[in-house]
């Protein structure tokens, strides 16, 4: 399949180039790696057995130079996030850069991957399908956001900021048709699909690229 049928559009702009410092940083969270359930289908049995890719989060820090502002986005390769992953994060952060990163200026997200352990939420519904709260699980994300965040930190030089867009055909379906079908005719007038085909890449770079 060629090119031309994946990419239809592409947008570059430029967010203020020059005008800001920018780190990133990458570091392994992967965890236990043997029969713990995975986070996401909430299947009892659907568990681990081994390490096929490992799991990762990554951070990437925006300073103002001007100002010295600074926010904090973190990546994290898990199903989804949780507030004491938050939590216990931003302890560590406080100790580490003390009056630096705060719960306003840092945020966590995750990648939506069904194949990460489970039992690091804080809540007991989420935990029902892997039988219960796992601290191997939360240590290991922690610890890892921790890290990415504080190689990101040390990483933080003047750079460039990339906004990309682009529409991607063919690489998505919409899991109920039926029920999208379902909304009111002027909501689906507005789109031209009934999934969402626009990929936007937000892109740094340093001098050394």
């Not at 990133?24 to 390490?51: C, F, H, S, V, W």
């Not at 040390?154 to 909304?183: C, F, H, K, Q, W």
Request: charge should be negative.
């Amino acid at each position: 399949m060629g090119c031309s049928r994946w990419l239809t559009v592409l947008l570059v702009s430029t967010v203020q180039a020059g005008e800001y410092n920018v780190g990133l940083g990458r570091a392994d969270i992967t965890g236990p790696a043997a029969e713990i359930g995975m986070m996401g289908y909430a299947k009892q049995g659907q568990n681990t057995a081994g390490i096929h890719m490992r799991l990762y989060s990554r951070a990437f820090v925006v300073e103002e130079p001007s100002s010295g502002t600074r926010v904090v986005f973190v990546s994290v390769d898990a199903g989804m996030m949780g507030q004491l992953v938050k939590k216990y994060t931003m302890e560590r952060l406080e100790v580490m850069f003390p009056g630096i990163y705060n719960e306003k200026n840092v945020v966590l997200s995750s990648t939506h991957t069904h194949s990460g352990p489970a039992g690091f939420m804080q809540y007991v519904l989420f935990n029902v399908p892997n039988l219960g709260f796992l601290h191997q699980t939360l240590d290991a994300m922690v610890d890892g956001i921790v890290e990415s965040i504080r190689r990101a930190h040390e990483a933080v030089a003047p750079g460039d900021i990339y906004l990309s867009s682009t529409v991607v055909e063919e690489a998505n379906i919409n899991r109920s048709p039926t029920s999208y079908e379902a909304n009111p005719e002027v909501e689906r007038a507005k789109y031209s699909s009934n999934t969402d085909k626009e990929m936007v890449q937000l892109n740094f770079y340093n001098d050394q690229g």
